[in-house]
């Protein structure tokens, strides 16, 4: 299981993409909504999440969080009791967590990236703590996969197919949706 967070002012294409692209790739994922199910993203486009953020199942067939950003809902991110415990699961159960735009901020604001090389939006690096921040348009260290925007949507997503399904998966993916880089 693969759990998006949506919280109210998501940027809406760092949340969907993976959806698009994980469920391509034969994952299983569930949108999860902060604080309802109609969640409304940055530019006004309410989605519709799959359940609330408070039924997720913190268990074994987790595989992986996605945070996407945008604002204010990398700051409603941060203040959910169910995103905070989602990302303590995956921390104290090696579980991936991956976050794009200023959401790797909120990783930040609990010390993960300390001594990791992690990417965000411009402008964010000082909140990613201790960490050596790149202008990558992706980048993994350990558990942690971070996108740095908007457009970066697409590389961060087929990167979270590359760790979970392997390369090959990736290229026929990309060939499918005729993305070239």
Do not use: W
């Not at 909504?33 to 067939?61: C, F, M, N, Q």
């Amino acid at each position: 299981m693969i759990y998006v967070f949506l919280a109210e002012g998501f940027e809406e294409v760092e949340a969907l993409t993976p959806v698009d692209c994980l469920r391509r790739a034969g994952k299983t994922v569930q949108t999860a909504g902060v604080g309802g199910k109609v969640i409304v993203g940055s530019h006004g486009i309410p989605v519709t999440a799959d359940i609330a953020a408070e039924d997720i199942r913190l268990d074994d067939a987790l595989e992986m969080i996605v945070l996407p950003g945008g604002m204010p809902g990398t700051l409603n991110l941060g203040k959910s009791q169910a995103v905070q415990d989602a990302i303590t699961y995956c921390v104290d159960h090696r579980k991936l967590i991956a976050a794009i735009c200023a959401a790797p901020s909120v990783l930040g604001a609990r010390g993960l990236l300390n001594g990791r090389t992690a990417t965000c939006y411009p402008g964010f690096e000082p909140q990613l703590t201790g960490c050596n921040a790149v202008a990558a348009p992706v980048c993994q260290d350990g558990n942690i996969i971070t996108g740095r925007g908007p457009g970066a949507a697409m590389d961060f997503a087929l990167k979270l197919v590359a760790v979970l399904c392997g390369e090959a998966k990736v290229k026929a993916l990309a060939e499918g949706m005729v993305y070239t880089k």
